[in-house]
T-cell receptor, first 114, second 111 residues
Framework: DAGVIQSPRHEVTEMGQEVTLRCKPI?????LFWYRQTMMRGLELLIY????????DSGMPEDRFSAKMPNASFSTLKIQPSEPRDSAVYFC????????????FGPGTRLTVL | TQLLEQSPQFLSIQEGENLTVYCNSS?????LQWYRQEPGEGPVLLVT?????EVKKLKRLTFQFGDARKDSSLHITAAQPGDTGLYLC???????????FGKGTTLSVSS
């Protein structure tokens, strides 16, 4: 298996622009997670899905952030409009769920908002 | 709110030295995981501990889960440059479906 795939790997944009991050989870994994990592705050859970349904979005910082999972093999995290404080590395992870517990992370998308 | 505190935040040692990294919380976790992250990559699972007092060994790495399941430690014996990275502990929520991560310990081992 190719593992969790994220695109793009790097994104540089200007404040106010819309940003869309993409994730393809490992086939057969029922859970998908979006995280944000910064030096100050560490690795923060933004939202997670079970069988394509959002379960907990309490970590989404504000209404500018939205996430969708239209099918089992694809998810997006959108920021509109983007702000400089959104600059971070965004990770997508997938897992089989409580039976396994292990989360498999993608390589991340490094977002820079100027 | 469940929080995990890791210490030290940064650790720089020479090859061959021993070290211990700590992960503490005021909350009880059903299980606790340790991940290692290298620059430019996502975290990778090292171990999961479930039972209070549990000790697991992975080559030169020894992981311990506190008796009350609120804390954990990672001990590395005879550290090598290949051990360099960010070590993260993560506690599972009650349902076991999501993880809460500590901020991590950045380890640098020089030869």
């Amino acid at each position: 298996d190719a593992g969790v795939i994220q695109s793009p790997r790097h994104e540089v944009t200007e404040m106010g622009q819309e940003v869309t991050l993409r994730c393809k989870p490992i086939s057969g994994h029922d859970y998908l997670f979006w995280y944000r990592q910064t030096m100050m705050r560490g690795l923060e859970l933004l939202i997670y899905f079970n069988n394509n349904v959002p379960i907990d979005d309490s970590g989404m910082p504000e209404d500018r952030f939205s996430a969708k999972m239209p099918n089992a093999s694809f998810s997006t995290l959108k920021i509109q409009p983007s702000e400089p404080r959104d600059s971070a590395v965004y990770f997508c992870a997938s897992s089989l769920g409580p039976s396994s517990g292990e989360q498999f992370f993608g390589p991340g998308t490094r977002l820079t908002v100027l | 709110t469940q929080l995990l505190e890791q210490s030290p935040q940064f650790l720089s040692i020479q090859e061959g030295e021993n070290l211990t990294v700590y992960c503490n919380s005021s909350s009880v976790f059903s299980s606790l995981q340790w991940y290692r992250q290298e620059p430019g990559e996502g975290p990778v699972l090292l171990v999961t501990v479930v039972t209070g007092g549990e000790v697991k060994k992975l080559k030169r790495l020894t992981f311990q889960f506190g008796d009350a399941r609120k804390d954990s430690s990672l001990h590395i014996t005879a550290a090598q440059p290949g051990d360099t990275g960010l070590y993260l502990c993560a506690g599972a929520n009650q349902a076991g479906t999501a993880l809460i991560f500590g901020k991590g310990t950045t380890l640098s081992v020089s030869s």
